[in-house]
Protein backbone atom coordinates (compact mmCIF):
# COMPACT_ATOMS: atom_id res chain seq x y z
CA UNK A 1 0.00 0.00 0.00
CA UNK A 2 1.37 3.49 -0.96
CA UNK A 3 -1.79 5.66 -0.91
CA UNK A 4 -5.44 5.54 -0.54
CA UNK A 5 -8.71 6.65 -0.03
CA UNK A 6 -10.41 4.99 2.14
CA UNK A 7 -8.95 3.82 5.03
CA UNK A 8 -9.98 0.13 6.54
CA UNK A 9 -10.47 1.15 10.18
CA UNK A 10 -11.60 -1.04 13.37
CA UNK A 11 -11.76 -0.69 16.90
CA UNK A 12 -13.91 -2.68 19.98
CA UNK A 13 -17.37 -2.56 20.53
CA UNK A 14 -16.46 -1.04 24.36
CA UNK A 15 -18.01 2.63 25.55
CA UNK A 16 -14.74 3.73 25.79
CA UNK A 17 -13.39 3.21 22.16
CA UNK A 18 -16.94 4.64 20.64
CA UNK A 19 -15.87 7.61 22.94
CA UNK A 20 -12.75 8.09 21.17
CA UNK A 21 -14.22 7.33 18.08
CA UNK A 22 -17.34 9.78 18.15
CA UNK A 23 -16.38 12.76 16.13
CA UNK A 24 -15.09 10.49 13.39
CA UNK A 25 -17.90 8.18 13.12
CA UNK A 26 -20.19 10.65 13.50
CA UNK A 27 -18.80 13.02 10.91
CA UNK A 28 -18.08 16.25 13.82
CA UNK A 29 -14.50 16.65 11.87
CA UNK A 30 -13.07 17.38 8.77
CA UNK A 31 -11.47 13.83 7.50
CA UNK A 32 -9.12 15.48 5.07
CA UNK A 33 -10.88 13.83 2.34
CA UNK A 34 -10.42 10.38 3.25
CA UNK A 35 -13.54 8.13 3.72
CA UNK A 36 -13.60 5.38 6.31
CA UNK A 37 -14.79 2.24 6.42
CA UNK A 38 -15.07 1.03 10.31
CA UNK A 39 -15.65 -2.02 11.73
CA UNK A 40 -16.38 -2.87 15.56
CA UNK A 41 -15.13 -6.24 16.52
CA UNK A 42 -13.51 -7.47 19.86
CA UNK A 43 -10.14 -7.01 20.63
CA UNK A 44 -8.98 -10.42 20.37
CA UNK A 45 -10.49 -10.49 16.89
CA UNK A 46 -8.81 -7.39 15.39
CA UNK A 47 -5.25 -9.05 17.14
CA UNK A 48 -5.87 -11.75 15.36
CA UNK A 49 -6.96 -9.20 11.57
CA UNK A 50 -3.45 -6.91 12.74
CA UNK A 51 -1.44 -10.34 12.25
CA UNK A 52 -2.54 -10.78 8.76
CA UNK A 53 -2.39 -7.26 7.99
CA UNK A 54 -5.80 -6.62 7.07
CA UNK A 55 -6.41 -3.44 8.86
CA UNK A 56 -5.50 0.48 8.07
CA UNK A 57 -5.88 1.72 11.52
CA UNK A 58 -6.87 -0.21 14.14
CA UNK A 59 -7.00 -0.93 18.08
CA UNK A 60 -4.92 -3.83 19.31
CA UNK A 61 -3.69 -5.24 23.08
CA UNK A 62 -0.31 -3.75 23.65
CA UNK A 63 0.53 -7.90 24.29
CA UNK A 64 -0.36 -8.67 19.86
CA UNK A 65 1.34 -5.25 19.23
CA UNK A 66 4.76 -7.39 20.03
CA UNK A 67 4.08 -9.45 17.49
CA UNK A 68 2.96 -6.45 15.02
CA UNK A 69 5.88 -3.70 14.94
CA UNK A 70 7.26 -4.89 11.91
CA UNK A 71 4.51 -4.07 9.78
CA UNK A 72 2.59 -1.59 12.24
CA UNK A 73 3.58 1.50 14.10
CA UNK A 74 1.78 2.30 17.53
CA UNK A 75 -0.29 5.92 17.13
CA UNK A 76 1.04 8.64 20.18
CA UNK A 77 -2.89 8.59 20.61
CA UNK A 78 -5.79 6.35 21.54
CA UNK A 79 -3.89 4.24 24.44
CA UNK A 80 -5.94 2.86 27.14
CA UNK A 81 -4.49 2.83 29.91
CA UNK A 82 -4.98 1.46 33.72
CA UNK A 83 -2.99 3.47 36.17
CA UNK A 84 -3.81 1.73 39.40
CA UNK A 85 -6.31 0.11 38.13
CA UNK A 86 -6.94 -2.84 34.95
CA UNK A 87 -8.16 -6.38 34.58
CA UNK A 88 -9.57 -8.38 37.68
CA UNK A 89 -9.17 -12.13 38.20
CA UNK A 90 -12.50 -12.61 40.15
CA UNK A 91 -13.93 -15.78 41.79
CA UNK A 92 -17.22 -16.99 43.06
CA UNK A 93 -15.25 -16.71 46.60
CA UNK A 94 -12.45 -14.92 47.98
CA UNK A 95 -9.27 -16.82 47.16
CA UNK A 96 -5.45 -15.94 47.40
CA UNK A 97 -2.82 -16.15 44.52
CA UNK A 98 -1.72 -19.41 46.33
CA UNK A 99 -5.62 -20.41 46.21
CA UNK A 100 -5.49 -20.36 42.43
CA UNK A 101 -2.56 -21.63 41.31
CA UNK A 102 -3.01 -24.63 39.26
CA UNK A 103 -6.78 -24.00 38.64
CA UNK A 104 -8.58 -23.44 35.84
CA UNK A 105 -9.06 -19.99 34.62
CA UNK A 106 -11.32 -18.18 31.74
CA UNK A 107 -9.23 -15.62 29.88
CA UNK A 108 -10.29 -13.48 27.03
CA UNK A 109 -8.10 -14.29 24.36
CA UNK A 110 -4.25 -15.25 24.49
CA UNK A 111 -3.21 -12.40 23.14
CA UNK A 112 -4.93 -9.78 25.67
CA UNK A 113 -3.00 -7.69 27.32
CA UNK A 114 -4.82 -8.94 30.79
CA UNK A 115 -3.87 -12.29 29.91
CA UNK A 116 -0.06 -11.44 29.76
CA UNK A 117 -0.20 -9.62 33.14
CA UNK A 118 -2.20 -12.22 34.54
CA UNK A 119 1.26 -14.13 33.43
CA UNK A 120 3.57 -11.99 34.80
CA UNK A 121 1.49 -12.07 37.39
CA UNK A 122 0.61 -15.89 38.39
CA UNK A 123 3.24 -17.57 36.42
CA UNK A 124 2.25 -20.35 34.32
CA UNK A 125 -1.37 -21.36 34.67
CA UNK A 126 -4.34 -23.95 33.55
CA UNK A 127 -6.80 -21.78 31.09
CA UNK A 128 -9.86 -22.18 28.98
CA UNK A 129 -10.33 -19.04 26.36
CA UNK A 130 -14.18 -17.60 26.30
CA UNK A 131 -15.24 -14.76 24.53
CA UNK A 132 -14.74 -11.70 27.55
CA UNK A 133 -18.64 -10.98 27.55
CA UNK A 134 -18.91 -15.00 28.93
CA UNK A 135 -16.21 -15.14 31.52
CA UNK A 136 -18.89 -14.94 34.21
CA UNK A 137 -20.77 -17.56 32.93
CA UNK A 138 -17.84 -19.30 32.47
CA UNK A 139 -17.28 -19.19 36.29
CA UNK A 140 -20.39 -19.33 37.25
CA UNK A 141 -20.98 -23.30 35.52
CA UNK A 142 -18.04 -24.25 37.00
CA UNK A 143 -15.85 -24.56 33.78
CA UNK A 144 -13.31 -22.00 35.52
CA UNK A 145 -12.39 -21.55 39.34
CA UNK A 146 -11.53 -17.72 38.34
CA UNK A 147 -12.41 -15.35 35.57
CA UNK A 148 -9.61 -12.46 34.09
CA UNK A 149 -12.37 -9.91 33.05
CA UNK A 150 -11.48 -6.78 30.83
CA UNK A 151 -13.91 -3.98 29.86
CA UNK A 152 -16.88 -2.81 31.76
CA UNK A 153 -17.04 -6.31 33.94
CA UNK A 154 -14.42 -4.26 36.05
CA UNK A 155 -17.14 -1.99 37.63
CA UNK A 156 -20.16 -4.77 37.48
CA UNK A 157 -18.61 -7.93 39.06
CA UNK A 158 -19.87 -7.38 42.60
CA UNK A 159 -23.01 -6.99 41.19
CA UNK A 160 -23.17 -9.87 39.88
CA UNK A 161 -22.18 -11.99 42.72
CA UNK A 162 -18.16 -11.94 42.15
CA UNK A 163 -15.37 -11.56 44.47
CA UNK A 164 -11.78 -9.67 43.32
CA UNK A 165 -8.60 -11.65 43.79
CA UNK A 166 -6.85 -9.12 42.60
CA UNK A 167 -6.66 -6.19 40.33
CA UNK A 168 -3.83 -6.12 37.61
CA UNK A 169 -3.51 -3.06 37.10
CA UNK A 170 -3.20 -2.06 40.86
CA UNK A 171 -0.79 -4.80 41.22
CA UNK A 172 1.27 -3.59 38.53
CA UNK A 173 1.26 -0.09 40.08
CA UNK A 174 2.61 -1.69 43.05
CA UNK A 175 5.31 -3.50 41.38
CA UNK A 176 6.46 -0.38 38.53
CA UNK A 177 5.27 2.98 39.92
CA UNK A 178 3.49 3.01 36.11
CA UNK A 179 0.53 2.46 34.37
CA UNK A 180 -0.93 -0.92 32.95
CA UNK A 181 -0.91 -0.76 29.71
CA UNK A 182 -3.59 -2.42 27.86
CA UNK A 183 -4.46 -1.55 24.20
CA UNK A 184 -3.32 1.31 21.33
CA UNK A 185 -4.46 2.16 18.22
CA UNK A 186 -1.73 1.44 15.01
CA UNK A 187 -1.66 2.09 11.57
CA UNK A 188 0.35 0.12 8.61
CA UNK A 189 3.98 1.56 8.04
CA UNK A 190 3.23 1.39 4.13
CA UNK A 191 0.73 3.73 4.33
CA UNK A 192 1.88 6.85 2.31
CA UNK A 193 3.66 9.89 4.54
CA UNK A 194 1.18 12.36 3.62
CA UNK A 195 -2.01 10.18 4.10
CA UNK A 196 0.15 8.99 7.72
CA UNK A 197 -0.09 12.58 9.12
CA UNK A 198 -3.43 12.89 8.11
CA UNK A 199 -4.60 10.14 10.21
CA UNK A 200 -2.73 11.35 13.16
CA UNK A 201 -4.44 14.74 13.46
CA UNK A 202 -7.92 12.90 12.48
CA UNK A 203 -7.31 10.68 15.21
CA UNK A 204 -6.18 13.37 17.98
CA UNK A 205 -8.99 15.72 17.25
CA UNK A 206 -11.46 12.38 17.23
CA UNK A 207 -10.37 12.55 20.43
CA UNK A 208 -10.07 15.64 21.77
CA UNK A 209 -13.94 16.69 20.03
CA UNK A 210 -14.81 14.14 22.52
CA UNK A 211 -13.12 15.11 25.49
CA UNK A 212 -14.57 18.64 24.71
CA UNK A 213 -18.01 17.32 24.22
CA UNK A 214 -18.15 14.60 26.63
CA UNK A 215 -22.20 14.63 27.54
CA UNK A 216 -22.56 13.60 23.79
CA UNK A 217 -19.63 11.53 23.34
CA UNK A 218 -20.90 9.21 26.20
CA UNK A 219 -24.25 9.46 24.65
CA UNK A 220 -22.99 8.16 21.25
CA UNK A 221 -21.15 5.55 23.59
CA UNK A 222 -24.25 4.22 25.52
CA UNK A 223 -25.60 1.18 23.15
CA UNK A 224 -21.62 -0.31 23.84
CA UNK A 225 -22.12 -0.29 27.35
CA UNK A 226 -23.11 -3.90 28.53
CA UNK A 227 -25.51 -3.42 31.43
CA UNK A 228 -24.09 0.25 32.38
CA UNK A 229 -26.02 2.93 33.17
CA UNK A 230 -25.06 6.64 31.99
CA UNK A 231 -23.04 7.23 34.50
CA UNK A 232 -21.29 3.84 35.47
CA UNK A 233 -20.62 4.28 31.58
CA UNK A 234 -19.18 7.99 32.21
CA UNK A 235 -16.97 6.35 35.32
CA UNK A 236 -15.66 3.66 32.98
CA UNK A 237 -14.71 5.75 30.01
CA UNK A 238 -13.20 8.33 32.57
CA UNK A 239 -10.43 5.23 33.47
CA UNK A 240 -9.70 4.55 30.01
CA UNK A 241 -9.71 8.07 28.38
CA UNK A 242 -7.67 9.81 30.58
CA UNK A 243 -4.09 11.95 29.77
CA UNK A 244 -2.54 9.09 28.54
CA UNK A 245 -5.03 8.78 25.53
CA UNK A 246 -4.41 12.08 24.24
CA UNK A 247 -0.67 11.20 24.04
CA UNK A 248 1.03 8.60 25.57
CA UNK A 249 4.08 10.65 26.88
CA UNK A 250 7.40 9.46 28.44
CA UNK A 251 5.71 7.82 30.98
CA UNK A 252 3.12 5.65 28.71
CA UNK A 253 6.12 4.80 26.44
CA UNK A 254 8.03 3.58 29.34
CA UNK A 255 5.40 1.65 30.61
CA UNK A 256 5.19 -0.61 27.33
CA UNK A 257 8.89 -0.82 27.34
CA UNK A 258 8.58 -2.54 30.89
CA UNK A 259 5.19 -4.44 30.22
CA UNK A 260 7.26 -6.01 26.81
CA UNK A 261 10.93 -6.29 28.64
CA UNK A 262 9.56 -8.33 31.50
CA UNK A 263 7.38 -10.41 29.25
CA UNK A 264 10.65 -11.44 26.99
CA UNK A 265 12.67 -12.25 30.42
CA UNK A 266 9.60 -14.32 31.91
CA UNK A 267 10.17 -16.32 28.46
CA UNK A 268 6.14 -15.14 27.55
CA UNK A 269 6.94 -13.34 24.03
CA UNK A 270 9.92 -14.39 21.96
CA UNK A 271 11.72 -11.14 21.87
CA UNK A 272 11.25 -7.46 22.56
CA UNK A 273 9.83 -5.36 19.48
CA UNK A 274 11.32 -2.41 18.42
CA UNK A 275 8.64 0.03 19.63
CA UNK A 276 8.12 2.51 17.18
CA UNK A 277 5.12 5.29 17.14
CA UNK A 278 4.21 7.10 13.95
CA UNK A 279 4.76 10.49 14.59
Known amino acids: MTSTDTIHLAHSPDSDD ?11 IDTQGLSYVHELQDIETLNGRAMRGELDVTAVSIHAYAYLSDRYALLPHGASMGDGYGPMLVAKKPMTRDDIAGQRIAVPGM ?7 LQLYLGDFDHIVVPFDQIFEAVKSGKAAAGLIIHEGQLTYEKSGFTKIVDLGEWWKRETALPLPLGGNVLRKDIAPPVQRDLLEIMRESIDFGLAHRDEAVKHSMPYARDMDADLAGKFIGMYVNDYTRDYGEVGREAIRQFLERAAAAGYIGK ?8
Open 272 to 279: IPAIEFAE
Open 18 to 28: AFMFYALADGQ
Open 111 to 117: MTSAYLA
